[in-house]
């Protein structure tokens, strides 16, 4: 079953009309530029705001329609701000206690417990929030929103503030609460690499307006969405880990019938896993390179040529078993080696280039 959202709400600086059905389960990533209204539509689905028209209808529960508004205190959501708006004269322990107060039925022990234990905090619960760096304080706000016992988590860009050393710590714990709590997440973001490693489902949103939405994979195989996405353009991969750990200390992971080889990764054998690959670190040569330190060599055929851009660059959309590459190349070198679509190239991708 769906979750289900309609609304029209005027802003100052554009309209929000929105007709969307999302899924359950996993990740859902609202993207979008600054006034997309991606929070107010979070916003909305939690009954902070109140919109000219609209319905929400939650699995078989029915939110908003006509007169019927549930307040925001009776809609089963956890809400997650950019900043975690903690009470800085209680302990952890306490802003957790506080914020259970709001739940219609308080977690049992062991839940208790598993959610303390997902997130880390169980060393941190007698601190108080100014002995906590930011990270460990967006840790205990995310526990706090999940032990009001939510049937769907909404996260309004809840790492905007934090720095790059902490956003991957966060990442690190949402896939953990993704692949182990049973509650679909609605993820704000405009990062596209928070996007592209957590989400599901992605929505992209255009001045309060939708303007595609659908499985990740299928989306991102949309050149005119993925170029969208950031200014740098890239590739997301995904794959599937085949050896955590080689005795060089590689990982290595199949991307359908390619073997990608990159630094060493904490995953294990068998562990679905998504790869960014700038367009910037692929090269392209016409012939299969010899003695090459170069690992990820891999044969293609252009599909694509983008117009040079003022700085001479060109993006070359790249095909390999059904997984496009993008390759950031200067158009002296499309040039010079007469690139054309259709043309069969090589690929080469160095393994430190390759994240996750």
Known sequence: MAFKARFYLRQTDF???LDLSLPTTGVTALYGPSGAGKTSLLRL????QRPEAGEVTF??????????????????VGFVFQESSLFDH?????????GMKRAARAPDPAQYDHIIELLGIGPLMDRAPGQLSGGERQRVAIARALLVRPQVLLMDEPMAALDTARKKEILGYLERLKSELNIPLLY???????????ADHLVVLDRGRLRVQGPIRQVLADHDILGSLREAPFTALFGRVVSPSTTHRLTEVAVGDTLFRMPRQ????????????????????LHRPEDSSI?????????????????????????????TIQALISAYSCAELRLRPGREVYAQIKALSILQ
Request: charged letters at 30%; one cysteine or more.
């Open 15 to 17: 309209t929000l009309d």
């Open 45 to 48: 689905l939690a009954g902070l």
């Open 59 to 76: 699995r078989d529960q029915v939110w908003q329609a006509g007169r019927r508004f549930l307040p925001p205190h009776k809609r089963p």
């Open 90 to 98: 209680l302990s952890v322990r306490r802003n957790l206690a506080y």
């Open 188 to 198: 704000v973001s405009h990062n596209a690499d928070e996007v592209t490693r957590l």
């Open 266 to 285: 904490p995953v294990r054998k068998g562990q679905d896993i998504r790869l960014h690959l700038h367009a910037r670190d692929v090269s392209i040569a």
């Open 295 to 323: 690992l990820n060599i891999f044969d293609c055929r252009i599909e694509a040529i983008e117009e040079p851009t003022p700085d001479g660059q060109q993006l070359v959309h790249l095909r390999r078993e059904g997984t």
